[in-house]
């Protein structure tokens, strides 16, 4: 199952926390499936290869799917863990979530394996997606994060992005899109990452670039850090940081 996942060292460095614990006024982590522990075994969640789920409805991903994007782990932290839920019937565990959107384990049926159903509670869509996690897992779909003319990625989307870029052309479209973004230390982050892959080091440096010429006034507290990661630039990037505006 680990092939579902984009391989993360964050992740995988995750400790797997199977402690019970409530996840709903009824449900506990004793009641998830066994193939989403699975998963589990593998990577503590992590963003998904492919992201298109098949739906029967539409959505507001599509005319017939919705986007997967993180599936949540169970370990300490609690912004990509299971959640407690409390704002929806107490059969539904939330797996991943995005913009008011989530997937579930739906325990309604009493069945042994829950069926996944896909949740819209701006539009209050509600629809099963899958008659259980195995199956789900199995329909999912290659797909490509567009990024909008008008608008920002959420900070999901630009992660997923990111993580799923094939050529530096697609690269340089997401540093374009988010060269202004207020947390630099995050952007410089993904800049530092790419720097360590041959086929996108240069597009790495020229979003490096960008941020040297237009905004070295915010420049974040690991910029010196990154700056490392090019050392046959070390002579300009100096120059350019000593240079009067």
């Not at 998963?39 to 539409?58: A, D, H, I, R």
């Not at 863990?81 to 959107?101: A, E, N, V, W």
């Not at 440096?205 to 905004?215: S, V």
């Not at 700056?227 to 009067?244: R, V």
Request: aromatic fraction near 14%; include cysteine.
């Amino acid at each position: 199952m680990a092939s579902h996942l984009i391989p993360t060292a964050s992740e995988k460095n995750l400790n797997l926390l199977l402690k019970k614990r409530p996840l709903t006024s009824t449900l506990t982590t004793a009641d998830l499936p066994e193939s989403y522990l699975q998963l589990l075994t593998e990577q503590n969640g992590g963003y998904v290869k492919n992201m298109v789920v098949p739906t029967q409805e539409p959505t507001s991903d599509g005319l017939d799917c919705a986007h997967l994007h993180y599936i949540l782990g169970l370990h300490e932290n609690k912004e990509k863990s299971l959640p407690y839920q409390d704002f929806l019937p107490d059969y539904f565990i939330i797996f991943s979530s995005h913009k008011g959107c989530y997937f579930t384990f739906d325990y309604s049926r009493g069945e042994v394996e829950p069926a996944i159903r896909y949740l819209d509670t701006e539009t209050d869509n509600w629809q099963v997606v899958a008659s259980n996690f195995t199956a789900f897992l199995s329909n999912l779909r290659p797909g490509k994060i567009t990024v909008p003319f008008e608008g920002q990625l959420t900070r999901t989307e630009a992660e997923h992005a990111f993580l799923t870029a094939g050529e530096p052309d697609e690269l340089d479209v997401l540093w374009a899109h988010l060269e202004d973004t207020d947390d630099k230390e995050w952007y410089f982050d993904w800049i530092q990452y790419f720097a360590q892959i041959p086929m996108f080091h240069q597009s790495a440096f020229g979003a490096l670039e960008t941020q040297i010429l237009y905004f070295r006034l915010d420049l974040p507290q690991n910029a010196d850090m990154v700056f490392k990661f090019f050392p046959e630039k070390s002579d300009w990037i100096q120059e350019e940081l000593a240079a009067d505006f």
